[in-house]
């Protein structure tokens, strides 16, 4: 267990409304993402985050921003939700600066009608 | 580019029987290698991975992977399956020169029949 919680795990909202959705870790890790899961389409990566302050686009970043202001928090903003959005959002973390490998939270099911 | 490419999306097996997913990779440098679990409504769990050394890695669970480096793959494989066992599987790889990201795979679903 990383001790990644993802808040809220469920949120249903109406296409132009802003969304934020938080990524709390309580290990002090120095790098984050957020990815998107769709059927036919694995996990893309949206946006990731290297430090506090410090982050970078990933493969799928356009209509999505991302604020790190403490080490612990990661969140990610729907600036203006549209239906394509819809999907299950993961937060990682990496625990290992040799390998990677990434451990991720529960994720949060955003449905945008 | 790297890609990931995972042959089957679906993979229907009867409980003890062994099982086969398939994962080959793009890459034009090195790459860590990475098979995740996710059960049902549940977030993403490593499984095993393959960093350097020997080519076949297992897990706690019966599973193993084996890295061809000339065939650019890193298939999993357990002898015989289990009905818990039912679950999607994603294969990622980590280049080496792209820092922390992980390219997926698009999944493979493996359904445990009794």
């Known amino acids: 267990d990383a001790g990644i919680t993802q808040s809220p795990r469920h949120k249903v909202t109406e296409t132009g409304t802003p969304v934020t959705l938080r990524c709390h870790q309580t290990?002090?890790?120095?790098?984050m993402y957020w990815y998107r899961q769709d059927p036919g389409h694995g996990l893309r990566l949206i946006h990731y985050?290297?430090?506090?302050?410090?982050?970078d686009k990933g493969e799928v970043s356009d209509g999505y921003s991302v604020s790190r202001s403490k080490t612990e928090d990661f969140l990610l903003t729907l600036e203006s939700a549209t239906s394509s959005q819809t999907s299950v959002y993961f937060c990682?973390?990496?625990?290992?600066?040799?390998?990677?490998?990434?451990?991720f939270g529960p994720g949060t099911r955003l449905t945008v009608t | 580019a790297q890609s990931v490419t995972q042959l089957d999306s679906q993979v229907p097996v009867f409980e003890e029987a062994p099982v086969e997913l398939r994962c080959n990779y793009s890459?034009?440098?090195?790459?860590?290698l990475f098979w995740y679990v996710q059960y049902p409504n549940q977030g993403l769990q490593l499984l095993l991975k393959?960093?350097?050394?020997?080519?076949l890695v297992e897990s706690i669970n019966g599973f193993e992977a084996e890295f061809n480096k000339s065939q650019t793959s890193f298939h999993l494989r357990k002898p015989s399956v289990h009905i818990s066992d039912t679950a999607e599987y994603f294969c990622a790889v980590r280049p080496y020169n792209q820092g922390g990201k992980l390219i997926f795979g698009q999944g493979t679903e493996l359904s445990v029949k009794p």
């Open positions: 393959y960093l350097s050394g020997s080519t």
């Open positions: 985050s290297y430090g506090v302050k410090d982050t």
């Open positions: 290990e002090n890790h120095r790098y």
């Open positions: 990682a973390i990496s625990l290992d600066t040799l390998s990677y490998e990434q451990y």
């Open positions: 890459s034009s440098v090195s790459v860590y």
